[in-house]
């Protein structure tokens, strides 16, 4: 596997920035348009869209059927879309059931629906988190304290090409008389990865 | 390019170990899986890496059981595959 994240990262900050003066001195790229388009990308990317996709697709069939199909065409819908970076990312939602969880990884290197979800969490770009968890991840769910049944099936969503993947969670019982904004405050970035019921 | 592989079909991936960038993943490599999507195309990244031409190219959702990949596990990980990194299955690789 590619290396661990956690390493030489200010050598490559350092590049960054010395391929970006470069780019800026040759009038390639105008600097306040970069700061501008990661500043509106960064600032929009929050687990708060995530966590509105999941309430809305609990309250509304059609919905939920639109974003199982073809999460892209039903984004809009919320007025969120894959379209941040430098071209829009094809998004796979995954639906969690009673007999079936799944969960996220990139096991070469930490690709991640970042307009859904915000920036990672350290522990999803760790080699430990990229290693383990296609192997044995019952045993990495165990330890963020969460314990699928034995009869649940786990499938492990490695974004190896260029798809992005979030977790539809279930509903939570006893959430029956709730409203989108109530039961999308019930929903974790965890849950979204696919480490936590919720 | 159109694509060779329907959902449902067996795959073999590639045994190969470039020297070069690729995105087949080692712990995926000679296992037998089960087409499960198209995602569309994109170019090959084992020829854009080293900036070859690249025309887009289709890529696949391929479902694995653990125990195809680490001999052990009752799992399944899906991994998003190039066409060049796969072959049909052979007969005996059929389930």
Redo the contacts between chains.
């Keep these: ?1 590619s290396g661990d994240h956690g390493g030489p990262a200010a050598a490559v900050a350092a590049r960054v920035r010395h391929v970006e003066a470069l780019l800026e001195r040759r009038g390639l790229v105008d600097a306040r348009e970069l700061d501008r388009a990661i500043g509106a990308f960064v600032t929009r990317a929050s687990p708060a869209n995530g966590a509105r996709v999941a309430a809305r697709a609990w309250l509304d069939p059609g919905f939920r059927g639109r974003l199982l199909a073809d999460a892209n065409a039903a984004l809009p819908e919320l007025g969120l879309s894959m379209r941040g970076g430098l071209q829009e990312q ?1 998004l ?1 939602v995954v639906e969690n059931t009673a007999d079936a969880h799944n969960v996220i990884v990139c ?2 290197c930490s690709c991640y629906p970042i307009a859904l979800l915000g920036p990672s969490p350290t522990w999803y770009k760790s080699e430990a988190y990229r290693s383990r968890v ?5 045993a990495v769910l165990r330890e963020f304290g969460f314990y699928p049944g034995p009869a649940v ?11 992005r993947y979030m977790v539809l969670p279930r509903r939570p019982p006893g959430t029956e008389g709730l409203d989108e904004q109530a039961l999308a405050a019930l929903v974790t970035r965890n849950g979204l990865i696919g480490v936590a019921p919720v | 390019m159109a694509e060779r592989y329907h959902p449902g079909d067996r795959v073999r991936t590639s045994r190969a170990d470039p020297p070069h960038h690729t ?6 490599r000679g296992a037998t899986g089960t087409v499960v999507e198209r ?2 195309r ?1 170019p090959l990244p084992d020829l854009r890496a080293r900036q070859l031409p690249a025309g887009p190219e289709p ?1 696949y ?1 391929v ?1 694995f059981a ?1 125990a195809e ?2 001999g052990e ?10 066409e060049s990194y796969l072959r049909p299955a052979g007969p005996a690789e059929q389930r």
């Excluded at chain 2, 995105?23 to 995926?28: H, I, Q, S, V």
């Design positions: 596997m094809r796979k096991t070469l296609v192997r044995d991840p019952r099936r786990i499938t492990v969503w490695d974004a190896s090409a260029e798809s | 995105r087949l993943p080692r712990y995926a995602q569309g994109y890529v959702t479902r653990a990949l680490f596990g009752d799992h399944s990980v899906t991994v998003d595959l190039w």
